[in-house]
């Protein structure tokens, strides 16, 4: 699927963008580095459909710095609920996010967020080689990245800390995570929502200043080596929190 195809094609069908010919070209006066502010305040979805209103903003959406996919864009509203309605939004979300991922530049970009709000949990993994080879590019200058209910495999872990060398937030929230280890030389904060892992049993990172933990499970003791680190949250269950040692905090007020 031509992503921009779809989007001039839904278009037209509404009749054109509502946008004058003088307010376009006022617009693609801008430099590049505006315009991409101007869009990274959409979902990419959005985003993606700026393509239409101009030659100039065809491909602007490739070199975002920043992407929000959204798996709620896909929810048709008002409509009656099924299973087939809910597969073919869900394989519209799908098709969309693949081809977004592969077409856009993404060791360009600085924040990604990726939420479905549903059952379902995509795999967060590269699907080919030359994709995979990407996502371990040193020169990948992600700075935010943002995971709901997304299945996380072992190698994530080591994309963190191989790959994502200027990654300074980092959110995981309803996510089933099947690595053991967050390592990293540059997270400053990361908050962990309702994950269930089965072993974490290290967060290790020089740099960082703030640890979120609310809800979820994990089946392991788990050291955490943060001796920066000036904010801890602990909002989980009794068993879940004597599980996990922050001995090495020396940075944190002792009570």
């Not at 040193?138 to 200027?166: Q, T």
């Not at 089965?198 to 809800?215: C, Q």
Request: charged residues 25%.
């Amino acid at each position: 699927m031509e992503i921009e195809d779809t989007a001039t094609k839904r278009a037209r069908e509404r009749g054109g963008s509502g946008r004058s010919a003088s307010d376009a070209d006022q617009l693609s006066a801008l430099p590049d580095s505006l315009l991409h502010t101007i869009i990274s305040f959409l979902k990419a979805r959005q985003a993606v459909q700026t393509c239409v209103l101009a030659t100039r903003w065809r491909h602007l959406w490739r070199s975002m710095p920043c992407l929000d996919v959204d798996h709620d864009e896909f929810c048709r509203t008002g409509a009656a609920s099924s299973k087939d309605r809910a597969n073919q939004e869900w394989e519209d979300f799908e098709d969309f996010t693949s081809n977004l991922m592969h077409r856009c530049n993404v060791a360009l970009l600085e924040s990604l967020s990726l939420r479905v709000t549903h059952s379902r949990a995509p795999g967060f993994r590269p699907k080919n080689k030359q994709h995979a080879d990407g996502l371990s590019s040193s020169s990948w200058r992600l700075e935010r990245l943002h995971l709901c209910n997304v299945a996380l495999d072992a190698p994530f872990g080591n994309h963190v800390r191989s790959a994502c060398r200027s990654l300074e937030d980092l959110e995981l929230e309803d996510c089933t995570c099947a690595f053991q280890a967050i390592t990293s030389g540059s997270l400053k904060s990361l908050v962990l929502k309702n994950c269930w892992w089965n072993y974490l049993t290290e967060i290790t990172s020089p740099t960082l200043k703030r640890l979120v933990v609310a809800g979820g499970s994990n089946n392991a003791p788990c050291v955490v080596v943060a001796p920066a680190i000036a904010h801890l949250c602990l909002d989980v269950p009794l068993y879940f929190a004597r599980s996990i040692s922050v001995n090495r905090m020396p940075s944190l007020p002792r009570l």
